[in-house]
């Protein structure tokens, strides 16, 4: 379930200017090559596929993690990838000339800080070990708490810890708190973890996107107009066929439907209409992007060319 965790990508990587150059292009005719990893918010893709709605020439790759998608996007084997905002961001920041098309789900709760249960306010973690994956999403999350409980981060002892190693610190007694994501939030509460705060809190600040390489995206229009569509179809049969959905996630992504359902219920879905809101010039989409762009160390600013409402179904197409 690692879908926040970025790596940065190598330093030997970077060229003289730190800049990741992209290596190679998309040529007219190739297939559409798309990445993405297990995460509740992405698996439309997932049921897509298995029901065959998928375009001809898209072809996904799961992977284990974002990094992952992201060393894919600039070593040419992915031209698109399921990521985080902040990862879009960062890659960014760091050269990636990457345009989100589509936003998957914003979280609603799935995004969690959750504690020993001798800990019932947020003022008393000072001084306590908290876990959390120290990407932006992870960082921005706990900053936004420590800021509500009245503290700094030199108040707490943050232990950067990867999310496959959140129930094992937990047992350990290795930390105090842990930032954290569904479906291991569940886990940790049945270990005796207490919720103290979540991405409800803090709304429209946590966003799933699908990013494409600018570069690509004029030879394969046409199927990611495919593909877009076949997400909301995927997002219909999720939303009305909602116990089959379920237990297809469950069994791909390893988990009891219990899981998968709570999982959901920390989740935004987005519809057409709703993406082309987020998708707009003054929404909370580029809000966000530009707090995480300045928490990333930015200084000249994203303007609007980096996302488009332009690849969303039309009202005709959906109704047809």
Request: charged share 25%; net charge negative; with cysteine.
């Amino acid at each position: 379930m690692d879908r926040r965790h970025f790596c940065t990508l190598a330093p030997l990587a970077l060229g003289v200017t730190g800049v990741l150059p992209f290596l190679g292009g998309c040529r007219r005719d190739d297939p559409l090559r798309v990445s993405y990893h297990p995460w509740i918010g992405y698996e439309t893709f997932y049921l897509a596929q298995s029901f065959g709605w998928l375009p001809e020439q898209a072809s996904l790759a799961r992977r284990a993690s974002a990094s992952e998608s992201l060393a894919a996007l600039q070593e040419n084997e992915a031209d698109a990838a399921a990521l985080t905002l902040d990862e879009v961001i960062r890659a960014r920041l760091q050269g990636m000339d990457l345009v989100v098309l589509m936003v998957f789900n914003v979280s609603a709760g799935a995004d969690a800080l959750v504690a020993h249960e001798s800990i019932k306010r947020l003022e008393q973690l000072e001084g306590k070990r908290i876990g959390a994956e120290e990407s932006a999403v992870g960082a921005m999350l706990l900053d936004r708490i420590l800021e509500k409980a009245g503290l700094v981060r030199e108040q707490v002892n943050i232990v950067d810890l990867p999310i496959d190693r959140h129930v094992v610190a937990w047992e350990a007694g290795d930390v105090d708190a842990l930032v954290s994501y569904e479906p291991t939030v569940a886990r940790l509460r049945r270990l005796g973890a207490v919720r103290l705060a979540d991405s409800r809190d803090f709304p429209d600040t946590i966003f799933d996107v699908l990013a494409v390489r600018r570069d690509c995206i004029e030879h394969v229009e046409h199927t990611l107009l495919g593909l877009i569509d076949a997400h909301f179809r995927a997002l219909e049969h999720l939303r009305f066929n909602r116990q089959d959905a379920l237990y297809r996630i469950a069994d791909v992504e390893s988990v009891s439907p219990a899981d998968a359902r709570r999982a959901l219920g920390g989740v935004l879905l987005p519809d057409r209409r709703a993406n082309q809101r987020y998708l707009s010039a003054a929404s909370r989409l580029k809000v966000a992007a530009d707090e995480l762009e300045r928490r990333l160390g930015g200084v000249s600013g994203l303007d609007n060319g980096w996302f488009t409402d332009a690849f969303l179904p039309t009202e005709h197409a959906r109704a047809g």
